[in-house]
């Protein structure tokens, strides 16, 4: 069965721009996170989506957004870039919404780097 | 709110030595804890996990954990590393979301 897919795995983008990030979950599963790291912030959860709904936020200004589509895949947006949204963009996928007694298996990422 | 400390950012160990990577956690609730591997250039891996029940979980790559209630404390153990064990390591606390601790980098010295 194959992993999470995350895409593209690297994007170098300028300050103002805005900038698209797939994720391809594990076939059957329904949940889709995503988290951002940071040397500075560390993990930190962004927001997560089952069945193309919104389910939990994190602390994130409003120039993050996300969705999911019929087929479970997600799209996150980030507007505006700031040259600290340059991170790590992780995603991560589980067959129902939330973590307890359900394991999220995480992609390899996307390098986001804003100059 | 729920927390995670890792207090120690690095830790250096030899070939073959045993290895305890330290794990507090502040919850509400009964608390569902994780442990992740990170390579460099991955993403993250889950090592083990505890929901309930047995507080000594095992894991993949022979690793384990202890959950101790009393001391809010889920800490992590090898009982002789290998060298390919060099990673960093992630604690983690929740519920709906994942709350990380700030990571521990392992260094295997041969």
């Known amino acids: 069965k194959a992993g999470v897919t995350q895409t593209p795995r690297y994007l170098i983008k300028t300050r103002g721009q805005q900038v698209t990030l797939s994720c391809s979950p594990i076939?059957?599963?329904?949940?889709v996170s995503w988290y951002q790291q940071t040397p500075g912030q560390g993990l930190q959860f962004l927001f997560e989506?089952?069945?193309?709904?919104?389910?939990n936020k994190g602390n994130f200004p409003g120039r993050f957004s996300g969705r999911q589509f019929s087929n479970s895949r997600s799209e996150m947006n980030v507007s505006t870039l700031e040259l600290g949204d340059s991170a790590l963009y992780l995603c991560?996928?589980?067959?129902?919404?939330?973590?307890?007694?359900?394991?999220?298996?995480f992609g390899a990422g996307t390098r986001l780097s804003v100059l | 709110a729920q927390s995670v400390t890792q207090p120690d950012i690095h830790i250096t160990v030899s070939e073959g030595a045993s290895l305890e990577l330290r794990c507090n956690y502040s919850?509400?609730?009964?608390?569902?804890l994780f442990w992740y591997v990170q390579s460099p250039g991955q993403g993250l891996q889950l090592l083990l996990k505890?929901?309930?029940?047995?507080?000594l979980v095992q894991g993949i790559k022979g690793f384990e954990a202890e959950f101790k209630r009393s001391q809010s404390s889920f800490n992590l153990r090898k009982p002789s590393v290998h060298w390919s064990d060099a990673a960093e390591y992630f604690c983690?606390?929740?519920?709906?979301?994942?709350?990380f601790g700030t990571g521990t980098r392992l260094t295997i010295i041969p």
């Open positions: 991560a996928s589980s067959q129902t919404s939330g973590v307890a007694k359900n394991i999220q298996y």
């Open positions: 076939s059957g599963h329904r949940s």
């Open positions: 989506y089952f069945s193309e709904t919104q389910r």
């Open positions: 919850y509400g609730a009964t608390p569902y």
């Open positions: 505890y929901f309930s029940g047995d507080t």
């Open positions: 983690a606390v929740g519920y709906e979301k994942l709350t």
